[in-house]
């Protein structure tokens, strides 16, 4: 079961410029995670919002959540070439084991 | 130096051999998980444990077993019933036993079918 879903799957961009992701999911939530995997390694946490909250900011990154509407955003501001990775949203349905979506694929060129 | 650690990072598999992938954790976390990836998509759920001696099915739990005898430890065993096993898999675990925490996750294990 597939509770979350990114888009779009892949996204290019320039270094400088601003990198936005969205997410949707099915059911009710307690809070949405972010991850990011670089190609052939784990999953690095980025970043949590609980679902009474609209907003959240970590460095460069910023989250959105809608929960009328299901849906999250992370935007990565002045993307670097480093930033190039793979980003998940993750729900835990029932408030148990973390779902995770099928991911967005940000490439950044330098 | 505290974290997850999978082993090994590569692994064959001939036809209808049992191999089993490690997974140890000094984080002293309770709950602990197995994903599995396969090229261009999400992680898929096998297993999971929120304490040591139970373990509950995840969305794709046939053709694999787990165990949960130490809390460091959760052990993943690709059995022969598992017909296409070639993937990614990626071991996680998570301080507490709901979905509320973040996940810390090893670097992962590449299974591949000889």
């Known amino acids: 079961s597939q509770q979350g879903e990114e888009d779009p799957q892949a996204l290019s961009i320039q270094e400088g410029e601003n990198a936005t992701m969205n997410c949707s999911y099915k059911?009710?939530?307690?809070?949405l995670q972010w991850y990011r995997q670089n190609s052939g390694r784990g999953l690095v946490h980025l970043i949590l919002?609980?679902?009474?909250?609209r907003e959240k900011h970590s460095g460069r990154l910023r989250v959105t959540l809608d929960t009328s509407k299901k849906s999250s955003s992370l935007l990565i501001t002045a993307s670097r070439a480093a930033d190039t990775a793979s980003y998940f949203c993750?729900?835990?349905?029932?408030?148990?084991?973390?779902?995770f979506g099928k991911g967005t694929t940000l490439s950044v060129s330098s | 130096d505290g974290g997850i650690t999978q082993s090994p990072k590569y692994l064959f598999r001939k036809e209808g051999q049992n191999v089993t992938l490690s997974c140890e954790q000094n984080?002293?976390?309770?709950?602990m998980y197995w994903y599995r990836q396969d090229p261009g998509q999400g992680l898929r759920l096998i297993y999971y444990?929120?304490?040591?001696?139970?373990?509950q099915k995840g969305d794709i739990a046939e053709g694999y077993s787990v165990s949960r005898e130490k809390k460091e430890s959760f052990p993943l065993t690709v059995t022969s019933a598992q017909k296409n096993p070639t993937a990614f898999y990626l071991c996680?675990?998570?301080?507490?036993?709901?979905?509320?925490?973040?996940?810390?996750f090893g670097s992962g294990t590449q299974l591949s079918v000889l």
């Open positions: 993750a729900t835990a349905p029932g408030g148990t084991a973390l779902i």
């Open positions: 996680a675990s998570q301080r507490g036993d709901t979905g509320n925490e973040k996940l810390f």
């Open positions: 059911t009710s939530i307690n809070n």
């Open positions: 919002i609980r679902s009474n909250e």
């Open positions: 444990s929120q304490i040591v001696n139970d373990f």
């Open positions: 984080l002293n976390h309770d709950a």
